[in-house]
């Protein structure tokens, strides 16, 4: 299990979709400019659903853009970070994957094919933890990290 510390400030509810009009005003009381590159990289990571790294972004936007490099996406996507807009998935021993979910929710991974699946276990995030964890200090977000071998890879290996 990993404890996930939460930066996130702009909460939506899981259907609620940042609209356009949102997101102008998220980034006026920023004071960033939403330029037409952050743009386009915020609707990529909007629409995707399988918590993308930054080098996955990097190959689906430069065949529109291609004159973006993969340091912008860093630096966008840490922006994007910090403005609460977009989760990065802290995963043990993996790189960096982000995602548009803001809601806390959990996940399982694939070890095989790296697949990130979501999930919501409600008993889990009302459950008291255990006494000896609040000696550690403050937590902020308690986050079920599942590790495994998904469905697909399953039967690839049981065909082999
Ligand atoms: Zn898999
Ligand atoms: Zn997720």
Partial sequence: MAIVKKNSRAHK???????LEDLRKIFEESGIRLTPQRLEIFKEISRAKDHPSAEILYERLKRRMPTISLDTIYRTLSTFENMGLIRKV?????HARFEPDMVPHHHFICTSCKKIIDFEWPE?????????????????EQQVELRGLCRECLEKKGNK
């Fill in 13 to 19: 509810s899981r259907n609620q979709a940042v609209t």
């Fill in 90 to 94: 802290h995963l043990l021993y993996e």
């Fill in 124 to 140: 889990f995030d009302a459950a008291d933890l255990p006494e000896n964890i609040k000696e550690f200090g403050r937590i902020m």
